[in-house]
């Protein structure tokens, strides 16, 4: 499995992106998927997850209520919709595909990782 994240740049606190996560390979649909995200300096984090099926989902709870994670197995993608962006929110953001089918916040439950794609937050 490749993935391709797509969708960072810079906008002002208060705003929306919304991030892609396209997925080449015939094992999409069977996986369970998440978003991570790593500020410089920091460790990389859990931000969202999504199963196979799109019926599961979880969130951080530094995200909970303004992100949403979907996907589109017939599009092989991903997204995360990301509103009332903060600063802290600033991060590279990774899009991962779980080796089962649900998801979930540990990472070690991931076994492909995409290139990440910038997120930038102003105030």
């Known amino acids: 499995v490749q993935l391709q994240a797509s969708g960072g740049g810079l906008v002002q606190a208060g705003g929306s992106l919304r991030l892609s996560c396209a997925a080449s390979?015939?094992?999409?649909?069977?996986?369970?998927m998440g978003w991570f995200r790593q500020a410089s300096g920091k460790e990389r984090e859990f931000v969202s997850s999504?199963?196979?099926?799109?019926?599961?989902?979880y969130y951080a709870d530094s995200v909970k209520g303004r992100f949403t994670i979907s996907r589109d197995n017939a599009k092989n993608t991903v997204y995360l919709q990301m509103n009332s962006l903060k600063p802290e929110d600033t991060a590279r953001y990774y899009c991962?595909?779980?080796?089962?089918?649900?998801?979930?916040?540990?990472?070690?439950?991931?076994?492909?990782w995409g290139q990440g794609t910038q997120v930038t937050v102003s105030s």
């Open positions: 999504i199963s196979w099926t799109g019926a599961t989902t």
């Open positions: 390979g015939r094992f999409f649909s069977n996986n369970g």
């Open positions: 991962a595909a779980s080796r089962g089918s649900l998801g979930g916040s540990s990472d070690s439950l991931y076994n492909y």
